[in-house]
């Protein structure tokens, strides 16, 4: 994995930045995504990489970073398709100004990363995307009906891609994590303390497996990572 180069978006906190830390220790160059510069550099620690700040809902900033990413790298191997909102709000209070961004950020930006940076994704010898969805893309929970919507056209969207892209050499994953103890858990379920949660660092784990089991064709495309609970869990 040493020198390969890998787009992280929401790489500001919570999963993202266990991402990034788990591939800085492998030596891969990554370029950080996320509208807050302060928390991308924190993530950094002052380490060599890109930082790249902005709004994925807005094209220019996704179309910019990877331009960006070519000059300084000269190519792309890996993406992580990470930042997400999530909204805990019963139906009939969902503005459709609330839905449109909710489907922007969790299922129209990685459309868009995905098709800006696949003709170079092609080009490496180990192309992988990974794309985060959630336990929501499998299963709907009331008063998350936007965010449902999302993550199940991010899965459906990504399960079609990794067919479409197998035999081109470009690998499509998808991780769904249950209740993920970050700032999006705890802002959004209060009431949970974390105990017996998946860590952010859990996630950072089963992305490094994805990357590295890259040789075995028999590798699955999704992966459900959650632990029983009868409480919903985003
Ligand atoms: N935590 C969970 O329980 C859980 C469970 C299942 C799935 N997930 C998914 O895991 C992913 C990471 O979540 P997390 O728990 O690590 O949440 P988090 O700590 O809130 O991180 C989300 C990241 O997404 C970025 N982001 C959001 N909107 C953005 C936008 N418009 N443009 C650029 N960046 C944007 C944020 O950047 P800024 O901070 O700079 O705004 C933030 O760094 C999400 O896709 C989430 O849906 C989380």
Redesign the pocket.
């Known amino acids: 994995m040493k020198d390969k180069v890998c787009i992280i978006?929401?790489?500001?906190?919570?999963?993202?930045s266990a991402i990034a830390e788990a591939l800085f220790a492998c030596g891969v160059r990554l370029v950080l995504?996320?509208?807050?510069e302060e928390?991308l550099k924190k993530t950094a620690k002052g380490r060599e990489c890109l930082i790249l700040p902005?709004?994925?809902?807005n094209d220019d900033y996704i179309k910019e970073t990877i331009e960006k990413t070519i000059q300084v790298y000269g190519g792309i191997d890996l993406l992580i398709n990470?930042?997400?909102?999530?909204q805990s709000k019963a139906f009939e209070e969902i503005s459709m100004e609330e839905y449109d961004m909710i489907m922007a950020?969790?299922a129209r930006?990685p459309f868009l990363m995905c098709k800006k940076a696949l003709p170079y994704l092609q080009e490496s010898s180990c192309g992988t995307i990974i794309n985060?969805?959630?336990?929501?893309a499998h299963h709907g929970y009331a008063l998350q009906s936007a965010y449902a919507a999302s993550?199940h056209a991010l899965l459906g969207f990504s399960k079609a891609l990794s067919k479409e892209y197998y035999k081109k050499g470009v690998r499509v994953h998808v991780i769904s994590?249950?209740?993920?103890f970050?700032?999006?858990?705890k802002i959004s379920r209060p009431d949970l303390t974390g105990e017996g949660m998946v860590l952010?660092e859990d996630i950072a784990e089963t992305v490094l497996y994805l990357i590295k089991m890259r040789g075995s064709a028999s590798v699955t495309d999704e992966i459900q990572l959650h632990r029983e609970t009868k409480e919903p869990?985003?």
Do not use: E
Not at 82 to 86: D, E, K, P, S, T
Not at 182 to 185: E, H, I, R, Y
């Open positions: 978006t929401g790489a500001g906190g919570g999963i993202g995504m996320g509208r807050n928390k902005g709004d994925l809902c990470n930042a997400g909102v999530a950020t969790n930006a985060i969805a959630s336990v929501t993550k994590p249950g209740a993920v970050t700032d999006m858990v952010p869990f985003m």
